[in-house]
């Protein structure tokens, strides 16, 4: 307790006349006094240090601050407050070890610092060992290529549609950040092709190691998805197992319809739709996919213009291939505008003819 009451004594006058080179010296002796007894401290005697830090950091150099960020970070109950202000130091030295491990910072806080702090804050931040689909969007969307990279292979992060779909883009002529893509176990079927479109042969091979199960199909990709093995590996996939065993369920008692697809689509699942498109229109899954992955507006129409489907569905399968980068409303109105005048007689003609060719239906 003696050691204890002179602090206070120390800190009080600290407070009251003391230089910045004075606070630095007793911000270090408090923050001992916090860190060696954080332990046995109620919420009650956090938040009075949080006051006394809050204090002793005005004005103090940044290596002070520093020091202090280094040894709080690690702290499961160290005061919230500091930590906060110390995430949103300009000094990245300060921000870095408070972004990269504390458990305090929430993902609102998170994603405000990698909405507006720099490079190296989005950089701390790609480091944590868990990572939300929400902050992961931000740093993907803002960060630089090695903050996109150092996500990328961070085995804690989680990403959304959206921030698969950047990524991909992201991908393109940059090797190692396609590996890095592809390599991740969770990546959904539909990203990975894409991917794998527009990957250099060195990338398809890394990611043949990443997923043997799709080993066959990767060695069969030279510029483009269309391979005929997809279907088999597609087939081969959970996703595509569920999916099958899905409309299987519904044809047992009864002929897939429009309003199926639509469900399909609009619900965001690719590999359903993909299946009910192949099925109604007695094509392989491999060139419906490929149309898909691809964005093939006009053949897209051509398939749905032979089954009978409505430009309501039509819009919602257009809106699943495009993304979440989204379809504009021009290009709507033009795709409505085809699939207005196209003829189901002509439509039905070139699906009949793409039944005995194999590759994929040409846009007409």
């Not at 870095?96 to 989005?122: C, D, F, I, M, R």
């Not at 044809?251 to 469900?263: H, P, S, T, Y």
């Not at 094509?283 to 129409?301: G, H, K, N, Y």
Request: charged share 25%; with cysteine; glycine share 6%.
């Amino acid at each position: 307790m003696s050691q204890q009451t002179a602090i206070i004594h120390e800190l009080e006058d600290a407070l009251a006349h003391g230089s910045a080179e004075r606070r630095a010296k007793t911000l270090h002796r408090v923050t001992d006094l916090f860190v060696f007894g954080c332990s046995h401290f109620s919420e009650n005697h956090v938040a009075v240090f949080d006051g006394v830090f809050k204090h002793l950091i005005a004005d103090v150099e940044a290596s002070a601050r520093e020091e202090l960020a280094v040894r709080l970070a690690p702290v499961k109950n160290a005061p919230p407050k500091i930590i906060q202000q110390l995430a949103f130091d300009d000094e990245i030295a300060v921000a870095g070890p408070v972004l990269a491990q504390s458990e305090l910072l929430e993902n609102v806080a998170l994603v405000e610092n990698a909405k507006t702090k720099s490079q190296k804050h989005l950089l701390a931040i790609s480091k944590r060992t868990t990572l939300t689909e929400t902050v992961t969007d931000v740093l993907v969307e803002r960060g630089d290529r090695e903050v996109a990279l150092n996500v990328v292979k961070n085995k804690g992060a989680q990403f959304s549609e959206t921030g698969y779909v950047r990524l991909v883009k992201r991908s393109e002529g940059d090797d190692e950040l396609a590996r890095s893509v592809g390599s991740r176990p969770e990546i959904r079927r539909q990203h990975f092709l894409k991917l794998l479109n527009s990957a250099s042969s060195a990338v398809r091979t890394a990611l043949q190691a990443a997923h043997p199960e799709l080993a066959d199909e990767i060695k069969k990709v030279v510029g483009d998805v269309a391979a005929a093995i997809q279907e088999k590996a597609a087939a081969g996939s959970r996703s595509y197992g569920a999916a099958r065993q899905r409309l299987a369920s519904i044809q047992k008692k009864r002929r897939l319809e429009d309003g199926d697809v639509a469900a399909f689509a609009q619900a965001g699942n690719f590999e359903e739709t993909a299946i009910a498109l192949a099925t109604m229109c007695a094509l392989p899954i491999d060139v419906i996919e490929r149309v898909m992955v691809q964005d093939l507006e006009e053949t897209i129409l051509i398939i749905a213009k032979a089954i009978g489907l409505s430009w309501s569905t039509v819009k919602a399968v257009l809106r699943l291939c495009a993304g979440k980068n989204g379809i504009s409303e021009q290009s709507l109105g033009r795709c409505l505008a085809t699939f207005s005048k196209l003829k189901p007689e002509t439509a039905q003609q070139v699906v009949e003819f793409q039944r005995k060719r194999g590759p994929a239906p040409a846009a007409r």
